[in-house]
């Protein structure tokens, strides 16, 4: 699976779950601190979505887990070294719990 095709295909359970929910894109979009336009991109998977962004969706649409929203059979080709998880507000424990995910989903199994 191509990096750009697991955009389109978060963007899709995100817009599934939301119109699940009855929710506006513009109710979604300011709970997050996005633009409407921008929410409707991430949907298209036309706009990447940041990871601080997957949480505060994550709040939005209710769902327990950002595992939730990614789908489970997509692998990193780089799962063995170092994961570096930089640039964003993650906490401490959403790092773990990234790094969990990526290592039992990517390392491999398929």
């Known amino acids: 699976m191509a990096d750009l095709e697991l955009y389109r295909i978060i963007g899709a359970a995100l817009a599934a779950k939301r119109k699940a929910l009855r929710l ?53 080709e780089q799962a063995s070294g170092p994961l570096m998880i930089e640039g964003s507000d993650v906490s401490d424990a959403q790092r773990a719990q990234i790094e969990q995910y990526v290592r039992r989903k990517g390392g491999g199994r398929k």
Do not use: C, W
């Open 24 to 76: 506006k894109q513009s109710e979604v979009a300011d709970q997050i601190g996005l633009t409407r336009a921008s929410l409707a991109n991430i949907e298209r998977g036309r706009q990447k979505i940041m990871l601080h962004q997957i949480y505060r969706l994550a709040s939005a649409l209710k769902v327990e887990s950002i595992i939730d929203l990614v789908p489970s059979n997509f692998s990193f």
